[in-house]
């Protein structure tokens, strides 16, 4: 299949302006803007609100190609773009072949007709995201109520990463773009749109069953071939017009298994496909995974097995790396790699940032990182009307087809804090019938979208969650399902109360600090070195946040004497209080199997609960996760009479040790 990669430098301008600057696609409106000088540092100071012009506005990305001659010689062309943020309608040669709408789907636009020997013009148009929810706001029949976390109001209707429109630790940055792939496709037999593999696992072998999705404008016939593990299968394929699945099995005999990192290697096998002169490669890893969720003696479990072993889940929450999205892959290795060296075997993508770029999860299977993966719903209610069950379906069948290969993916995860939303708003509490109503019809939908991309894996109905159907507390239930505990820093408990409760699964809890005073000069002018200088409130996006962090000093310290000793000891603080609870949840295995601290990383420098600064810096925190997270720990534990010893050890070995 002839393919054009569109990749490259394009034009920026407003739609309504004859100027432009230079934008690399992939990439985005306010990199540009950036780079060209048009805008100052969004992270320094208080620039986030000199730059909220951009998002209101309409802007236009535009280049001139000429395209391949393979190409325009296909019997059809299409015109593929993998990422558009968000509002965009395309034209080719001022003809409109198509709009997007929707961040997390795939777009396929047919173009054959609009293109011409010579020089082409490909223009995108993208509109506000901000004025279009609200115009979306003005005609619902009834409210749907949005995170305040948002200072962007009404983003739940649009499908957009949330945080896009600030939470409480991000910059709100209104992200513009085409931000992934963006390439023509010719093709006569068929289009290629999905490879996925199902594996069956046996004693000494393991049958590994590869199916190819196509669609073929016209009937005809191919062949699937298929290279695994030094074999090669041939399969006949007869198309018909539309919609068509071609599967072929290989055996791998003695295969070598992948393990989530502490647990074995990560092996990964080199898989080839093709078919209609369509090609794909990629690399898969072996293993099998369950979710053991059943009743016991303490309520009902939450454990991940790999490979028929029992697994402490190690880890932390990952959000998007950088509020501008032409950043963002730089950070990647070096955050998963800081992952890896803290022990961890699993990050949690949260469900208000977005699905990430193919080298992601390909760098989390290198490393052994499982991951936990919210669907990209947030802290919000949602509709559940009949356009907006399809576009999420599209867009979860999509992704999930997209990404269900990668051995990290242990989990699909519905929301995040969702069902929790349904008693944070006047609306939802007033009416909660209703509300309940739209989030299950959505849910249901969501899970319908996973189990029909990915019946290998289980659907999980919102994070917390006490399980499928189970409306209860999940955020003071420690009995059952995945566990939020934030009574430490939202509800101002100390440090203790982690030892309070023991969840079955503790998916989220943290304690903010202020990033380290290198971090800090490169967003606060030096007469503003203070906690309380309008810099450094703005970089705290949490309501009462660093008085928080100070009034907590008291209880545990003695205040220090200098804005420099504050930072330092704000970290401290949070590594003990996060040092506490995992301690604690990881000597009560295996009521407790796994711990996900909030949070990883940063999406600019602020304050924050990360572990690691925006750039990559570590806090104390992360330097005491690599030792409360490495697979054999001996515990001192002070109780109201005695202290307690203990060694706790969830490696793949036995281990001797001494008291």
């Known amino acids: 299949m002839p393919s054009q990669s569109l990749a490259g430098q394009w034009t920026l301008r407003q739609a309504d302006a004859t100027d432009s600057v230079p934008i690399a696609i992939p990439?985005?409106?306010?990199?540009?803007?950036?780079?060209?000088?048009?805008?100052?540092?969004?992270?320094?100071?208080?620039?986030?609100?000199?730059?909220?012009?951009?998002?209101?506005?309409?802007?236009?990305?535009?280049?001139?190609?000429?395209?391949?001659?393979?190409?325009?010689?296909?019997?059809?062309?299409?015109?593929?773009c993998a990422c558009l943020d968000t509002l965009a309608e395309i034209s080719v040669n001022g003809q409109v072949v198509g709009s997007a709408h929707n961040q997390h789907r795939i777009w396929r636009f047919p173009v054959k007709s609009a293109l011409k020997p010579g020089v082409n013009r490909i223009t995108v148009r993208f509109a506000s995201v901000e004025r279009a929810a609200a115009a979306r706001a003005a005609q619902l029949a009834h409210p749907v109520p949005y995170s305040g976390n948002n200072t962007i109001p009404h983003l739940n209707l649009v499908?957009?990463?949330?945080?896009?429109?600030?939470?409480?630790?991000?910059?709100?940055?209104?992200?513009?773009?085409?931000?992934?792939?963006?390439?023509?496709?010719?093709?006569?037999?068929?289009?290629?749109?999905?490879?996925?593999?199902?594996?069956?696992?046996?004693?000494?072998?393991?049958?590994?069953?590869?199916?190819?999705?196509?669609?073929?404008?016209?009937?005809?016939?191919?062949?699937?071939?298929?290279?695994?593990?030094?074999?090669?299968?041939?399969?006949?394929?007869?198309?018909?017009v539309g919609a068509n699945s071609v599967s072929a099995t290989v055996t791998i005999a003695q295969p070598r298994l992948w393990w989530p990192n502490g647990h074995g290697e990560q092996p990964l096998y080199d898989l080839r496909v093709a078919i209609?002169?369509?090609?794909?490669?990629?690399?898969?890893?072996?293993?099998?995974?369950?979710?053991?969720?059943?009743?016991?003696?303490?309520?009902?479990?939450?454990?991940?097995?790999?490979?028929?072993?029992?697994?402490?889940?190690?880890?932390?929450?990952?959000?998007?790396?950088?509020?501008?999205p032409a950043r963002q892959e730089a950070h990647w290795a070096g955050l998963l790699d800081s992952a890896v060296s803290a022990h961890m075997n699993m990050i949690r993508v949260w469900g208000g940032g977005q699905f990430e770029g193919d080298a992601f999860y390909r760098m989390c299977d290198e490393r052994g990182l499982l991951v936990w993966h919210d669907l990209m719903f947030a802290c919000s209610l949602y509709p559940a009307d009949p356009a907006f069950l399809a576009d999420v379906r599209a867009e979860v069948v999509h992704q999930v087809k997209r990404l269900r290969d990668h051995a990290c993916i242990a989990l699909w995860c519905g929301d995040n804090e969702c069902v929790g939303a349904l008693g944070w708003y006047p609306e939802s509490r007033k009416s909660r019938d209703r509300y309940v109503i739209a989030w299950d019809?959505?849910?249901?939908?969501?899970?319908?979208?996973?189990?029909?991309?990915?019946?290998?894996?289980?659907?999980?109905?919102?994070?917390?969650?006490?399980?499928?159907?189970?409306?209860?507390?999940?955020?003071?239930?420690?009995?059952?399902?995945?566990?939020?505990?934030?009574?430490?820093?939202?509800?101002?408990?100390?440090?203790?109360?982690?030892?309070?409760?023991?969840p079955r699964f503790c998916s989220e809890f943290g304690y903010q600090s202020f990033p380290s005073l290198e971090t800090v000069r490169t967003y606060c002018p030096d007469e503003q070195l203070n906690i309380t200088s309008p810099a450094m409130e703005h970089h705290q996006k949490n309501a009462g946040g660093n008085t928080k962090i100070n009034e907590m000093f008291a209880r545990y310290f003695r205040m220090p004497v200098g804005f420099a000793e504050t930072l330092w000891l704000s970290q401290l603080q949070q590594a003990l209080a996060i040092k506490i609870g995992v301690e604690y949840w990881r000597r009560s295995m295996p009521v407790c199997m796994g711990t996900l601290y909030w949070q990883l990383n940063d999406n600019w420098p602020v304050a924050s609960w990360s572990s690691i600064e925006y750039g990559g810096r570590?806090?104390?925190?992360?330097?005491?996760?690599?030792?409360?997270?490495?697979?054999?720990?001996?515990?001192?534990?002070?109780?109201?009479r005695e202290v307690e010893l203990w060694a706790v050890n969830d490696g793949p070995a036995p281990a001797a040790a001494r008291l």
């Open 27 to 80: 990439g985005d409106v306010h990199s540009a803007l950036l780079a060209a000088g048009r805008i100052p540092d969004p992270y320094h100071g208080a620039n986030e609100r000199d730059i909220q012009w951009v998002g209101a506005r309409e802007w236009i990305v535009e280049r001139t190609i000429e395209v391949d001659a393979a190409v325009l010689a296909a019997p059809e062309v299409a015109l593929t």
């Open 159 to 240: 499908r957009k990463a949330q945080c896009h429109g600030g939470w409480d630790w991000g910059i709100s940055l209104m992200a513009i773009g085409i931000t992934d792939d963006i390439r023509l496709d010719g093709y006569a037999a068929a289009r290629l749109d999905y490879v996925h593999t199902t594996q069956s696992h046996r004693p000494g072998a393991c049958d590994v069953t590869v199916t190819a999705e196509l669609h073929a404008p016209a009937a005809g016939r191919s062949e699937l071939v298929v290279e695994l593990a030094g074999k090669r299968v041939a399969v006949p394929a007869a198309l018909v």
């Open 276 to 324: 209609a002169d369509q090609r794909v490669e990629r690399r898969i890893g072996l293993r099998t995974i369950e979710l053991i969720n059943r009743p016991d003696d303490v309520g009902i479990s939450m454990v991940f097995r790999v490979n028929g072993r029992d697994i402490f889940c190690k880890g932390a929450n990952w959000i998007p790396s950088d509020a501008l």
């Open 441 to 502: 019809r959505l849910n249901q939908a969501l899970g319908a979208a996973v189990a029909e991309a990915d019946p290998t894996r289980v659907f999980w109905p919102s994070s917390p969650c006490s399980g499928p159907g189970d409306f209860s507390d999940a955020w003071h239930d420690d009995t059952k399902g995945d566990m939020h505990y934030w009574d430490v820093w939202h509800g101002g408990k100390g440090f203790d109360a982690y030892r309070s409760v023991r």
């Open 618 to 640: 570590w806090k104390q925190l992360h330097h005491h996760a690599r030792r409360f997270y490495q697979p054999v720990i001996a515990l001192a534990v002070q109780t109201e």
